[in-house]
Each structure stands twice: as C-alpha cells, then as structure tokens.
C-alpha cells in the first residue's frame, strides 16, 4: 500500500514562529504537493515538487515556502506563522502525468495563536 | 483555467436510497477528472477516476461516475448508501501541471 506520512496530526503554533510540516512517502513518486484545506474552500495548492531540489509555486504560495532534497521528504515551511494560516495541511505525492492517483497524507491541522 | 465546480454545499440522503453528486468542470480539450472522498479526520481517497475510454467509470465502494462532454459534467452516483458513506467530496480536474484543481466539496449526510 502506498503510504504518505505527515510529521504531525494537530499542531499548536505562535503568531511568528517558523513552523516545518513534513511529509514522507513511500513510493518513489516524483510529484509532491502540499495543500491547503478550508473550510467552503475546498483544496487549494501552495507548492508542488516534481523532483529532488525542484519547486514550483501553486495558487497561494505568499507565506510559505518548501525544500525538498530527498525524493521521498517534502517539507512546508512557515517562515512567520500567522492566524490566518490557521488551517488543514494536506501532503500529497504521484507518479508524474495527468492520468496519475495522487495519494494523500492524513493531514496536519495546524492552529496559529 | 481549468476548474470544477460542485454546486451542491450539503446533501442529506437516507440509508438506502440512490445517491447523485455533482460536478461540472470548465476545460477547453479532454479532461482528466478525479472524484475523491474525504472522511472525517482523514486524508482524501480516490473514488475514481477518468481521462478516455468508456465514460462510465466504476470505482471503489460501489461508486460510479459518468462523463458527459456535452454537459461538462462528472456526476458520481451511487444506487444505495450506506451510512458510512457520509464523507465529504471532491472532484477534482488535473491541470497542465499535474497538481489538481479542487471543487470546494460537497458534505454528504446519510440519515437512518
């Protein structure tokens, strides 16, 4: 079965802490994803990754930034946490094409004090 | 752009009774169109999916979808539900970049 791990399920954070969320998966995919989920807004994309070391930005990549240098380990990075960055963190990973199932980790729902 | 769009916020049906959830994207060539379902406290699971071929697609749980691209429509059907099919849902398209365009969801709530 594949299997995307996510560091943390609930996370508690301060208004300007920096904040990592890690996902690991274990299927040699070369795609990963991270986003973000509220609430009306369904499923929005901050940064995917389709190799070691490479990045693009998604819909709503302002706050956030992602390394990425090993295959398997995507991280997401608050750079200075804000409440509204309050929200569910999906990680998601695939094999490249259109046609490919992403799979997702359980998500980490973070709150921003 | 590609999107989706799921009209229906919530969606009550009784245990037993026929299922039918909308989605309606917008893309200029053939699709690729997802349906997934989140349950509470979960990550997403693909329901199916499809991108040619047959345009009635059978997935797991008993779910179906059928694409019409004269309607723009993937609707996921279901003859009977079962109360642990109350879940959220999501279509989804893929874009040129292999990442996906969301539908904001629909929340299904079965009754006994």
């Known amino acids: 079965d594949v299997k995307v791990t996510q560091s943390s399920r609930y996370l508690v954070k301060r208004t300007g802490e920096k904040v990592f969320l890690e996902c690991v998966q274990d299927m040699d995919h070369e795609n990963m994803f991270w986003y973000r989920q509220d609430p009306g807004l369904g499923l929005r994309l901050i940064y995917f990754?389709?190799?070691?070391?490479?990045?693009e930005k998604g819909d709503i990549p302002e706050g956030y930034s992602v390394s990425r240098e090993k295959k398997e380990r995507f991280s997401l990075i608050l750079e200075s946490a804000s409440t509204n960055q309050t929200s569910m963190y999906l990680c998601?990973?695939?094999?490249?094409?259109?046609?490919?199932?992403?799979?997702f980790g359980p998500g980490t729902r973070l709150l921003v004090l | 752009a590609q999107s989706v769009t799921q009209p229906d916020i919530h969606i009550t049906v009784s245990e037993g009774a026929s299922l039918e959830l909308r989605c309606n994207y917008s893309y200029g060539a053939t699709p690729y169109l997802f349906w997934y379902v989140q349950s509470p406290g979960q990550g997403l699971q693909l329901l199916l999916k499809y991108f040619s071929g047959d345009t009635l697609v059978q997935g797991i749980k008993g779910f179906e979808a059928e694409f019409k691209r004269s309607q723009s429509s993937f609707n996921l059907r279901k003859p009977s539900v079962h109360w642990s099919d109350a879940a959220e849902y999501f279509c989804?398209?893929?874009?040129?970049?292999?990442?996906?365009?969301f539908g904001k969801g629909t929340s299904l709530l079965v009754t006994p």
């Open positions: 998601a990973s695939s094999f490249p094409g259109r046609e490919e199932t992403q799979y």
């Open positions: 989804a398209v893929a874009n040129s970049g292999y990442a996906l365009n």
């Open positions: 990754s389709y190799d070691v070391k490479m990045k």
